[in-house]
């Protein structure tokens, strides 16, 4: 079974920046793409951004564009999410999984522990 480790969350004000990482199990890049999704309280999984692991391109939700750089270390298994100008709404529980949408990462297993992001004023 895949596994995926977050980390990196925390807490930060309107406009500050944090990098979240993504630690994948052995092969799970393998698949193709890998994204992060969020959860905000009350809410259901949403999908923030993924790459393509072959050539690096990628694709974010129309809220977080510009403000938020995805990558991906094929060596060591990892992803990571650079957020820069942080906004009250980005606050929530960031998971990562296989695939670019929800319904394609919740096939491959449940979801990690995530890593929390807090953003207030």
């Known amino acids: 079974q895949l596994q995926f480790v977050e980390s990196g969350g925390g807490a930060v004000q309107p406009g500050g920046s944090l990098r979240l990482s993504c630690t994948a199990s052995?092969?799970?890049?393998?698949?193709?793409?890998v994204g992060w999704f969020r959860q905000a309280p009350g809410k259901g999984h949403e999908a923030v951004s993924c790459?393509?692991?072959?050539?690096?391109?990628?694709d974010y939700a129309l809220s977080v564009k510009g403000r938020l750089t995805i990558s991906a270390d094929k060596a060591k298994n990892t992803v990571s999410l650079q957020m820069n100008r942080l906004k009250p709404e980005d606050t929530a529980v960031y998971y990562c999984?296989?695939?670019?949408?929800?319904?394609?990462?919740?096939?491959?297993?449940?979801w990690g522990q995530g890593t929390q992001v807090t953003v207030w004023s």
């Open positions: 999984g296989i695939g670019c949408n929800e319904v394609t990462a919740q096939r491959f297993g449940p």
């Open positions: 790459i393509t692991i072959a050539d690096g391109s990628s």
């Open positions: 052995e092969g799970a890049l393998d698949y193709g793409s």
